[in-house]
Each structure stands twice: as C-alpha cells, then as structure tokens.
C-alpha cells in the first residue's frame, strides 16, 4: 500500500451520498440515514485524526501491479476484516464481492489500457474494497486509501456495491488524489467531485461501448431502490434534473455560474457546484466524443494544484487542448470546443 507524504495526502472521506440528501431524508423520518450521518462523521474525524498523527516523511512503496483485493466487512463497522477475493481468483458467488471486483477492475482496465496509469496512484499500488460494510449504511467513501460500500437499506439505496458508477467514482477520487490532490472544500472541492464524476462516467461508457449521444450521463440511479426506483444522484447532461421528491428534496445542482452555490453546506457546495464544471465534460463530449474530451481532461488534471479553483481549471484545460492538439493527440479545434463549453457555463 502506497503512503504519502503529509503535505501531499489527501485529508476528507469523499462519500457519495452528499450530506443534504441524507439530512432531507433523516428529516423524512428514514432511521438508516440518521445512523448513516453518524457513522459518516466518525469516519471524518477518524481519518483527519490520522492524517495529523501522520509523520511528516514516510516510504513510497515500489512499483506494483494494482492487484485488487475485496474484503467482506461482515456487517461491522470495520474495513478489511475478511479476504474473500483476490487478484486472479474465481468468483465468490457473492454479489456484493464480484461486482466490487469486476468494477474495481474496469477502473484499474481503463487507467491502465487507455491512460496509460498503473493503478489509481500510477504506481500500481492495491486496490482495496471492503463490501458489506455495516448495517444499512446508505453511503460508500474512498478515504484516502481504500473503497468501502454500503449495503442501503434495500428501500431508498439498494447494495452500493452493485453499481458501476458508484465504484469507479469513489476510486477516480484516488486518481484525483494522487495528482492534483484537489483540496476538499470550496471550488477546489467541486472540482475534486467533478474529476470523479467524469471518471466514473467515462469508464462506465467505454464499457458499455457507449457514445457521448448514447449515454445517459446519469450518476448513481443504479443505487436506487424501489421506493426511489427511476431517480438519480446527478446528471451530468441536466445538473438540477437527478431527483425531486419528498424524500430527498430536490436536486440542488447549478449548470451555470448565474446559481452558484455560495452557501457554507455541503462543505462549501462540494457536490452541488461541480454540476458546473460536470456540465461543461457533457457539452464537450457530445462535440469531441467522450474519450477525446477525457484525454484533456486528463492531461489538465495532472497540472492542476490542490487549491485550485473554476478559472484555474478553465485555463489549465484551454492550455491542455492546445498542447494535445499540437502534438497530435487530439483533433483541431479542440481547444474551441474546450472554450464553448465552459462558456456555456458562465465561465470564460
């Protein structure tokens, strides 16, 4: 397992549910979300507390080969309590187990095959994921080191475990880390979800051997049970159409800095405002093709910084296309379709 030095390790548990999704539902009388926040906040000072108590140098692994190890947390609140499921070995039988395996392996597949990036951290280090984590737990989060799902309570969020977008995110926050380390607040934190939402969208679509015009850009409407069956987290191509409903309220989500969330929730709109940004990928996807737009994205990723903020990224992923479009990578007039998007979002 890869460590880090202090100054470049990536300090928040980035859950999946977003918090105000998870306060309309406790407020709606749900008891697994009340347990669910409070085993969410836990986990947060759990982890800061580590990364303080972290030495100030510490090793670096040797390469490796990003082998996947899933382990079934037996319904405790404890990570990698039991190895069920290893790099190599057959399936389990348990589907919490395979499809963490399998979906682990798309990210690790597409990292590797069209990136070029050995692992999340390029080094090749594990990928870990604990399934079966807790009793009801409505959340999964990629704390800096490993994924872990939730199982949901089966009426409002089925098994994490068992949608693809919800695996490939969690660990495209591990890619995020282990390049930009985008801070987990504010702009650089919207940023920090939306480099997530754009992996997991654009493994899920190579795939499914989807096109930009035949994806639904939706995020997490796999996890939906039946009492929120046809629902999503986020839409990429809609930001602000994903839900609306009694139970989760209504999909906060701005496509445009004109209703930007400047509020303090959510960690200063971490999730909300990387609608955002989301719907700048979308608009650029459906001109370029999806892998075209993710190879700037990519690129632009690597040469961002932990504070960053909308207009670093802008010009960060303008310079991007023109570099690639130089060099070949991708075709002319990239670098306009990059500005047209985000133009369309109010940012220039």
């Known amino acids: 397992m890869r460590t880090y030095p202090q100054h470049l390790h990536h300090q928040c548990n980035c859950h999946f549910i977003p918090p105000d999704v998870l306060d309309n539902l406790a407020r709606s009388g749900v008891d697994p979300a009340r347990l669910s926040i409070s085993q969410s906040t836990a986990e947060r000072a759990e982890r800061s507390a580590a990364v303080v108590a972290m030495p100030t140098l510490m090793g670096i692994a040797p390469p490796g080969e990003g082998p996947r190890k899933v382990y079934d947390s037996q319904n405790t609140w404890a990570k990698r309590v039991n190895l069920v499921r290893s790099e190599g070995d057959p399936a389990t039988g348990?589907?919490?187990?395979?499809?963490?395996?399998?979906f682990a392996g798309n990210v690790g597949d597409y990292l590797k095959e069209v990136l070029n990036r050995n692992s999340y951290d390029g080094i090749g280090s594990d990928i870990i994921v604990n399934v079966h984590y807790g009793v009801n737990y409505m959340n999964a989060f990629w704390d800096g080191d490993e994924l872990t799902l939730g199982e949901g309570d089966g009426v409002i969020f089925t098994d994490f475990a068992k949608s693809r977008d919800v695996v490939c995110h969690e660990l495209g926050h591990g890619v995020v880390q282990t390049t930009a380390n985008l801070n987990y607040f504010s702009q650089s934190g919207a940023l920090n979800e939306h480099f997530a939402d754009v992996i997991g969208t654009v493994v899920t679509q190579h795939v499914l051997g989807q096109s930009a015009d035949e994806a639904d850009w939706l995020i997490g409407d796999e996890i939906m049970?039946?009492?929120?069956?046809?629902?999503?987290?986020?839409?990429?191509?809609?930001?602000?159409?994903?839900?609306?409903?009694?139970?989760?309220?209504?999909?906060?989500?701005?496509?445009?800095?004109?209703?930007?969330?400047?509020?303090?929730?959510?960690?200063?709109?971490?999730?909300?405002?990387?609608?955002?940004?989301?719907?700048?990928?979308?608009?650029?996807?459906?001109?370029?093709?999806?892998?075209?737009?993710?190879?700037?994205?990519?690129?632009?990723?690597?040469?961002?910084?932990?504070?960053?903020?909308?207009?670093?990224?802008?010009?960060?992923?303008?310079?991007?296309?023109?570099?690639?479009?130089?060099?070949?990578?991708?075709?002319?007039?990239?670098?306009?379709?990059?500005?047209?998007?985000?133009?369309?979002?109010?940012?220039?």
């Open 225 to 348: 049970g039946p009492d929120l069956f046809g629902e999503a987290l986020r839409s990429m191509r809609a930001p602000g159409t994903a839900y609306n409903n009694s139970l989760m309220g209504k999909d906060p989500q701005p496509d445009h800095m004109d209703d930007y969330y400047a509020g303090p929730a959510d960690n200063q709109g971490v999730h909300i405002n990387s609608g955002i940004p989301n719907k700048a990928f979308y608009l650029a996807s459906r001109e370029i093709g999806t892998e075209m737009a993710m190879i700037v994205w990519y690129h632009g990723l690597q040469n961002l910084w932990p504070t960053a903020n909308f207009n670093d990224a802008v010009a960060t992923l303008t310079k991007s296309a023109r570099i690639l479009v130089k060099n070949g990578e991708v075709p002319l007039g990239t670098t306009q379709v990059i500005r047209y998007a985000f133009k369309e979002v109010g940012l220039y």
């Open 94 to 102: 348990d589907d919490s187990v395979d499809n963490g395996y399998e």
